[in-house]
């Protein structure tokens, strides 16, 4: 059962283009959260997606950010007019959300974004 | 504001030697609080997670303490191996919401 996985690994963009990052859940796993890793730090939540829907984007920068979890394919983090300060980790985490209580979610490797 | 404060940042011990994190939660309508192991390059992988109504749960060589008074709870590593070199992250979530809040994480260096 292959676990969450992060495409591309490593994202090299220079300021003001656009970085894309996509997520494909583990099998069975309806819900996505994105979270963002700063060097030296922990991660900070981003959103929270279920199919079609944004649940909670609570986390995410008003400006040049967006998600998106279609009905078909992956879930996209999509970031606009990338500046250096947007240069971390990215890491996408997915759980099955049963009924009550609170899921285990499962991460995957991470998309490095460096922005030149 | 920071919800969740871990210590220390680093931490160095001999193999087969306990390892102890500690942190701190702000929140009380946390009821869930999970420890993730991080290898570089790799994403954080669950470890162990304990609810508010135990005070204490073992798997395996890791072991939980939580002290819901003090709003505190530690992860100690029994018999620790050089394998288990890693970055420790605590969180906590709940009040209805699903996102985790993470502590800045704990480096840890087993030496041989």
């Known amino acids: 059962n292959a676990g969450v996985m992060q495409n591309p690994r490593h994202l090299v963009r220079r300021r003001g283009q656009e970085a894309r990052l996509r997520c494909s859940p583990m099998k069975g796993h309806s819900h996505v959260y994105w979270y963002r890793q700063l060097p030296e730090e922990g991660l900070k939540f981003m959103v929270y997606l279920q199919k079609e829907n944004i649940i909670d984007e609570s986390g995410m920068p008003k400006e040049r950010f967006s998600a998106e979890f279609p009905k078909e394919g992956p879930s996209i983090l999509r970031i606009q007019q990338v500046v250096r300060g947007d240069s971390a980790a990215y890491f996408c985490?997915?759980?099955?959300?049963?009924?009550?209580?609170?899921?285990?979610?499962?991460f995957g490797p991470g998309t490095r974004l460096t922005v030149l | 504001q920071q919800q969740v404060k871990q210590s220390p940042q680093s931490l160095i011990v001999q193999k087969g030697g306990i390892s102890i994190i500690n942190c701190a939660y702000e929140n009380t309508a946390f009821d869930y609080f999970p420890w993730y192991q991080q290898f570089p390059g790799k994403g954080p992988a669950l470890l162990i997670a304990i609810r508010p109504d135990v005070s204490e749960k073992k798997e395996g060589r890791f072991t939980i303490s939580f002290n819901k008074s003090a709003k505190q709870f530690s992860l100690h590593i029994m018999d620790s191996q050089p394998g288990d070199s890693a970055t420790y992250f605590c969180a906590g979530s709940g009040a209805g919401s699903y996102q985790l809040t993470f502590g800045k994480g704990t480096k840890l260096s087993v030496i041989p």
């Open positions: 985490a997915s759980s099955p959300r049963t009924a009550g209580g609170t899921d285990t979610q499962y």
